[in-house]
């Protein structure tokens, strides 16, 4: 499968744990975005990257959240001290565009399904 | 600032019947327009995309969309529903202007729900 692939699928954990996700885009595809998805809404934009580069970040994006795309391939999404609002599902999608280009589209992953107990 | 309104939580059909799912979108400059289909503990599936030049755009799966720009919206639409079109869709916009964001703007998503 070269499709966007995110591990783990599901994750439960306490609160306060923290906890790391990984996202693998298609390859040679150089934006990668993570968003979050609660019940009954679209997803929400986080952050992105265009290469190695981070690019933009949401005002959703607390402290206790971090991403990196170390090299342009995979990223990590890491949240710290987790709180029971951080209950979602984590999407990844990636990209291949020109440096000002929006009309590219966007592949998701699967997504990850966090719980935070 | 951008934004996207699909008015309808829920969207019930027959089987065999045509299907629209509203969307009306907002921003400062002109739109590119999407829509992606999600089934349930999946992640989004492209269907379609609105860039420019003719209003009527052919997707996957037999749906289409139309761009109406006095209208603001771009509507989905298929001729003839099958009951495993049933799914999450969603509608996202993005500002075409230079300047804008990158980011596009999903609409919370209506529920289509194909009876037998």
């Known amino acids: 499968d070269t499709g966007v692939s995110q591990d783990p699928r599901h994750k439960i954990t306490k609160r306060g744990q923290n906890v790391t996700f990984r996202c693998d885009p298609i390859?040679?595809?150089?934006?990668l975005y993570w968003y979050r998805q609660t019940l009954g809404q679209g997803p929400e934009f986080l952050t992105y990257?265009?290469?190695?580069?981070?690019?933009?970040k949401s005002r959703l994006l607390s402290d206790r959240f971090s991403a990196e795309r170390p090299k342009g391939s995979f990223s990590t999404l890491e949240i710290q001290r987790t709180e029971q609002g951080d209950s979602a599902m984590y999407l990844c999608?990636?990209?291949?565009?020109?440096?000002?280009?929006?009309?590219?589209?966007?592949?998701f992953g699967p997504g990850t399904r966090l719980l935070v107990l | 600032a951008q934004s996207v309104a699909q008015p309808e939580d829920q969207v019930n059909v027959a089987e065999g019947n045509p299907l629209t799912v509203k969307c009306t979108y907002s921003?400062?400059?002109?739109?590119?327009l999407f829509w992606y289909v999600q089934y349930p503990n999946r992640g989004l599936q492209f269907l379609l995309k609105?860039?420019?030049?003719?209003?009527l755009v052919k997707g996957s799966y037999g749906f289409e969309a139309e761009f109406n720009k006095s209208q603001t919206s771009f509507h989905l639409k298929k001729p003839s529903a099958l009951v495993s079109d049933s799914a999450l869709y969603f509608c996202?916009?993005?500002?075409?202007?230079?300047?804008?964001?990158?980011?596009?703007?999903f609409g919370r998503g209506t529920s289509l729900i194909v009876h037998p």
């Open positions: 990257f265009q290469n190695e580069a981070q690019l933009e």
């Open positions: 609105y860039i420019t030049g003719d209003n």
């Open positions: 390859s040679e595809h150089n934006r």
């Open positions: 999608a990636s990209s291949l565009a020109s440096g000002v280009e929006r009309q590219e589209t966007q592949y």
């Open positions: 996202a916009v993005r500002d075409r202007r230079t300047g804008g964001s990158y980011i596009p703007t």
């Open positions: 921003v400062s400059g002109n739109p590119y």
